[in-house]
Nanobody, 115 residues
């Protein structure tokens, strides 16, 4: 069992910046973030493998160029830096980790983009 603990959510103004963090209890191959807005399905935001090579990151088209995912393998922690967030980025953000045979989820953190 892998525990994932998220932090960093909150209220941010459109065009501002916010960083989410997720600490895993142990090393796991791929870490990332999903989000779910009210009345919508959960969607993948970004993910990153432990390889750190070109192509190890994936982004949803809607956040490409605005959000950056990174990880510190020594700390088993993944970060999501949200630059220039938009109102439509408002959602509960869930950290996840997978080695493709198992997937683990964090408890979720609310991000609200509003002026």
């Amino acid at each position: 069992q892998v525990q994932l603990v998220e932090s960093g959510g909150g209220l941010v103004q459109p065009g501002g910046s916010l960083r989410l963090s997720c600490a895993a209890s142990t090393s796991i191959f791929r870490l990332g973030w999903y989000r779910q807005a009210p009345g919508k399905q959960r969607e993948l935001v970004a993910s990153i493998s432990s390889a750190g090579t070109v192509g190890s990151t994936k982004y949803a088209d809607s956040v490409m160029g605005r959000f950056t995912i990174s990880r510190d393998n020594a700390k088993n922690t993944v970060y999501l830096t949200m630059n220039s967030p938009k109102v439509e980025d408002t959602a509960v953000y869930y950290c996840y980790g997978t080695d493709y045979s198992r997937t683990f989820w964090g408890q979720g953190t609310q991000v609200t983009v509003s002026s």
